[in-house]
């Protein structure tokens, strides 16, 4: 079993329609998978279909609940939610997971909640290939569980230098967090999404990202893979599709399959 964070300090760049299409190619390559919402918009477990409103659905907010006992994870792991992809299960998100900041503030312990909980049932989890967990733009105490339980932190950025700001103080406060807790550095690849051909503004970017030594950070951890603007990924989200299942031959398609084959030649997954 490998685990996946995908992160950064910038909203709206990519990381939950990456998470979301991931783990679709990854099912589809008969790889068990586990989808995991860490976010509180909730918007990975939108993509997947689900009713975060239904009654009764456990979330990843109960991991954190510390005032009722921790669940099953059969009761909480969600089955299946697209018939297409049988391998590919999930843990919803909640917008309760703000009340999980504050109860779990002065706990303990409390960026090892997720990893405990994990390693508590990893008979359970290790039937899975790839735990892939989606979370917010923030250092958050959730955040931080999923960043500490992670073997790989994918950074993800837009075009736009808000984003290489927003990886770069990442990078530092994560530094700093991973060091209090005694983690090796586990941020393993910088990924561009949104990237746009046409643009003057998007080669500019790339060329910044490579030949800049303010950005020498970056450049280590950067994909070769550019993940392109591609309106059929967006429509794949409404539709509750992985872009791989619908549009196989969209660019937007062979370009994350083509990241997938790159995280797999880096051993990062």
Known sequence: MKILTFG???????KTMLCFNIG????QLDYKVLVIDGDLQGNLTNNMGIDRT???????????????????????????????????????????????ELKIASVAGREQILSNYLNDHRDFFEQYDYLLIDTNPSMSIVNQNAFLAADAILLVSDVSMNAIEGAQLFIALWEDARKRLRREDNIRGFIINDYDARNKISADFLEYLKTSPDTADLRELLFETIIPRNVRITESELAALPISIYDLRSKGCDAIASLVDEMLARHII
């Open 54 to 100: 239904r009654e009764g659905l456990l979330t990843t907010y109960d991991i954190y609940n510390i005032d009722e006992q921790q669940p099953d994870p059969e009761a909480l792991v969600y089955r299946s939610p697209i018939d297409r992809l049988p391998n590919l299960d999930m843990i919803a998100g909640s917008i309760f997971l703000h009340k999980a």
């Open 24 to 27: 679709g190619i990854l099912s």
């Open 8 to 14: 950064t300090l910038k909203g709206g760049v990519g």
